[in-house]
């Protein structure tokens, strides 16, 4: 899987790193789909007003709201919580 | 101390063939060896077999699948039972747990128990997930497995067959063998094994939405129902290959769908998903397929199958590094026997000549799990996912 790179620019949440929403799509697109994936990334984003990027604090927030939905997509989200964090560390 | 692996192929019923496995194991091993890897078609029932098996062997943790056909390294064999015994210089532990249909975390929760996830001296840690593919959890089960078992996860294993009678199918972690179940064991060795996986298909038809879905169950694909949909995107397909989709029986469709598999458009790339059985108007899938997701229908090539079965077991060969083969486990998507037909035994030899030669067992499966480093997805269909050990001299 190759890298999804983003700046490391500290954050005023005091997080490192900017993550899109195309990076989460991605991060949920291989175990459900891309269309299921941007639709569940659609409504972890407006939970946790997300915008276009965000820090990786935030994104860790939108995963955790995705990851409170049933089945396969909560699953793969809390997943790529981990996957998210370890491609910051 | 190296580690070492002798590939086993006996048939008969199940007390003869647990007798000429045990018998084997015996001739070539001074003591119980560590692991065996045992699978059965549905000719040795599989709690039989195990349990004359671990009579003999109770030093042995045994790790059992039924199968949909059964190899090793010597080719091909139906109604039999394969198996790869491996000793040496490495730790492994099992467990198994039964509800993976009604409570996939909680199953692998049970499954993983009390097992060590940290061994000194053997750095190198890898699972192998066995489970049964009719609960519908197979990709829940190996992303849970991953997020417990933390940022070292490398995970291989197999779904396990009923011969393509899609009824029942059973795992096994030494004399406990359940349906509805996942397996779980963890291997500790010094240097790390290698897992390969590779597919050998490609999508034909545009792509298409579920629009209806309970779980893995797709009703509904474009607003029509699931099964007629598939089965008009199929026809001209399938007629060339010799099936008449509208005069085929649902409970002989599995040999049908198993050519045309679903693609599941995972961005940059497909994701293949194995539709494994109809039910009524609905196909039932190996994993839930989320409403909305977007699929479009794959075939193979017989060059293409044993091309990706070769580079599944040479991508393998390579993490191993500088060390010697010891053997293999290949799970092996039965689909891939359905495409080769006459011609599986050239991609199960290509196998073992990728590793140069050395003992493997393996079996056909209704799917495949492989989950490493960077791996966003760990349930697979219509791939091989070849486990290589090294034998690591010294």
Known sequence: MAESGHTLEQDADGSQGRVTRGELVELLSAAVGKSAAEAAVERGCAAVAFGAHGSLAHAQRVLEAVAREPGLVGITARFAKARLALRSA | ?394
């Open chain 2, 1 to 394: 101390m190296a580690i070492r692996t002798e590939s086993y192929c006996v048939d008969g019923e199940a007390p003869q063939a647990a007798a000429a496995l045990v018998r084997g194991v015996r001739e070539r091993f001074d003591a119980d060896p560590k692991l065996l890897f045992v699978f059965a078609s549905t000719g040795q029932p599989l709690e039989a077999l195990v349990a004359d098996v671990r009579a003999s062997l109770a030093g042995t943790l045994v790790l059992s699948a039924s199968s949909a056909g059964e190899f090793t390294e010597r080719g091909d064999r139906k109604g039999a039972v394969s198996a790869l015994a491996i000793d040496g210089d490495f730790h492994c532990s099992g467990g198994i747990a039964a509800g993976l249909a009604g409570d996939v975390e909680g199953a692998i929760d049970r499954a993983l128990h009390g097992q060590r996830r940290v061994i000194d001296g053997y750095p190198e840690l890898c699972a192998v997930l066995l489970l049964d593919p009719l609960a519908g959890h197979a990709e829940e089960a190996a992303l849970l497995l991953a997020v417990k078992l933390g940022e070292r996860a490398r995970i291989a294993g197999g779904a396990a067959g009923d011969d393509l009678a899609m009824k029942r199918t059973f795992v096994g972690c030494n004399e406990q063998v359940l349906s509805d179940a996942a397996v779980v064991a963890l291997l500790h060795t010094r240097a790390p094994l290698g897992i390969g996986v590779e597919h050998g298909h490609s999508a034909f038809s545009e792509a298409f939405t579920v629009t209806a879905a309970n779980g893995s169950l797709v009703e509904q694909i474009e607003g029509r129902a699931a099964w007629p949909f598939w089965r008009d995107a199929i026809r001209e397909r399938a007629a060339r290959e010799g099936f008449d989709v509208d005069a085929i029986a649902p409970e002989d469709a599995v040999q049908l769908l198993l050519r045309f598999e679903g693609g599941l458009d995972a961005g940059s790339a497909l994701k293949v998903r194995a539709p494994l059985a109809i039910e009524g108007d609905a196909i039932r899938f190996a994993c839930e397929i989320p409403v909305g997701a977007r699929l479009r229908i794959t075939q193979s090539t017989r060059d293409g199958q044993v091309a990706s079965a070769v580079a599944a077991a040479r991508s393998a060969r390579a993490q191993l590094g500088a060390q010697p083969v010891a053997g293999a486990v290949v799970f092996d998507c039965i689909c891939r026997k359905i495409i080769l037909g006459d011609r599986f035994d050239d991609a199960v030899r290509a196998i073992s000549t990728a590793l140069d030669g050395a003992p493997i067992a393996g079996f056909e499966t209704y799917g495949e799990v492989a989950l490493c480093e960077g791996d966003l997805s760990g349930f697979h269909n219509t791939t091989s996912v070849v486990l290589a050990i090294g034998a690591r001299d010294g």
